[in-house]
């Protein structure tokens, strides 16, 4: 069986985690195949929320196998917290839960080194969440990380030292930041021990052995692509590559065996933090995106810069992530508006372009937009493409056509059940 991907094509967001959930049945197996927990993958259901960082999506369904890909970088703290609130929540995780050996390991001064480097940045901040990701990242690359399968080492405890001390030294070249080393490392410590109650796998292994044996595995994506280290709005990225490219590194399967790669965008458009944003609004409407959406970051907090919809940007990621099927999440954050807009092209130095130009953040970009007709109703009680109001179904065909990829999937709120599902169609 091939490996499905679902993931984010805009900057984040875009509702990965309840599509997640929704699609989990279908499988056997959910692997997360890159980022940390600056993911925040939101789900809502029987009332309740919840809120994942490093443990697939997939994690509510019963029986449903869950790993946690070597290309996954984890914060044993945040991780204990997430296990805890499974338990609170009566989920039974513990025979379902496998980690990769060769994910790599976020230390307290990873967190301290981040605070310390993005504080210096001063107005050239990248909007980092703080949560080590980067430096962590960069220690993988450097060679000298601390991974899942160095915690049963007998070499552990010089490994941790050398790497610690690295990190102080590195931190005390910048400004000093409020961050209590003493107190977090003693959390850390702590979690390691939860960390190594868990499930343990040679991920590259694990996932073939299943692949062989006829298992359907969902490969989960974190953030969006336009985050992608390579191919995003560089530097204003993340450290991973968000792209479905990064599923084989991420989880140590061959280009041959991604099968349908599920990409999502909102009907509008976000961004955390700083970096380009093409179609960004600044006016009541963005504000008024921002309200009606709950456009608050999941793990941080922080508001979301809001906008349209950005065509020539998803035209970009569906290229590059091969994309064979869309899901729009949060229409209903649109069903009070009697006019609502997309970019259809850019306006740069005068010219007009469909492709994006090298350097987003080099070029002064004036997105061209095309208005459409809203729908000013409400779509709760709707379950069928067919019965959504006429506009909203205009809307929907309108992006199929600009995007040329079929459109499986319409979501129109944050439950659950609050999903419309469309057979594959033509869009040539």
């Keep these: 069986m091939a490996v499905d991907v679902i993931l984010g094509l805009q900057w984040g967001d875009e509702g990965k985690g309840k599509i997640v959930d929704y699609l989990a049945n279908q499988y056997d197996i959910v692997a997360r195949f890159q980022g940390g927990p600056n993911a925040g993958h939101t789900l809502k259901f029987d009332g309740k929320k919840y809120v994942l960082h490093t443990i697939p999506s997939g994690v509510f369904r019963p029986n449903l196998l869950n790993l946690i890909g070597n290309g996954v970088v984890i914060d044993p703290i945040t991780l204990q917290k997430e296990l805890e609130s499974l338990e609170a929540a009566e989920v039974d995780y513990k025979d379902r839960l496998l980690v990769s050996r060769k994910a790599h390991l976020i230390l307290p001064t990873h967190r301290y080194l981040d605070a310390a480097s993005e504080n210096a940045k001063g107005k050239e901040k990248i909007g980092s ?37 690295k990190h102080l030294h590195l931190a005390g070249l910048y400004p000093k930041v409020d961050f209590d080393i003493e107190a977090e490392e003693k959390k850390w410590l702590a979690s390691i021990e939860v960390l190594k109650g868990l499930k343990t796998v040679d991920g590259e292994y694990f996932i073939n052995k299943q692949i062989k044996a006829g298992k359907k595995i969902l490969a989960e994506g974190a953030q969006g692509s336009m985050l992608d280290i390579d191919f995003g709005t560089y530097p204003f990225v993340t450290s991973s590559n968000t792209v479905t490219a990064g599923v084989c590194v991420g989880l140590g399967v061959a280009p ?153 999937m319409i979501s129109t709120g944050p439950e659950r059940n609050k999903l419309i599902t469309r057979a594959l169609v033509a869009t040539a």
Excluded at 133 to 152: A, E, S
Excluded at 312 to 339: A, C, F, R, S
Aim: charged share 25%; aromatic share 8%.
């Design 129 to 165: 969440t703080l949560k080590g990701i980067g430096p962590t990242y960069m220690d993988k690359t450097g060679r000298n990380g601390l991974r899942v399968g160095d915690l049963t080492s007998p070499n552990f405890e010089r490994k941790y030292q050398a790497l610690r001390q």
């Design 256 to 408: 041959s065996q991604i099968g349908e790669v599920i990409g999502i965008t909102k009907a509008y458009c976000t961004r955390v933090g700083s970096g380009p944003f093409p179609t960004e609004l600044f006016d009541e409407q963005g504000e008024f995106l921002r309200k009606e959406g709950a456009e608050f970051g999941a793990t941080t907090g922080r508001p979301r810069r809001c906008g349209w919809i950005d065509i020539p940007q998803l035209n970009y990621t569906i290229m590059v992530n091969g994309v064979t099927q869309l899901v729009v999440t949060k229409i209903d954050v649109l069903n009070q508006l009697e006019t609502l807009q997309a970019a259809t092209a850019y306006n740069i130095n005068g010219e007009e372009h469909t492709q994006l130009p090298y350097d987003l953040c080099d070029v002064e970009i004036t997105p061209i937009l095309k208005a459409y007709t809203g729908w000013k109703a409400s779509l709760d009680d709707v379950t069928t493409f067919e019965d959504m109001p006429t506009e909203a179904k205009s809307y929907v065909e309108a992006l199929e056509k600009l995007l040329n990829v079929p459109i499986t």
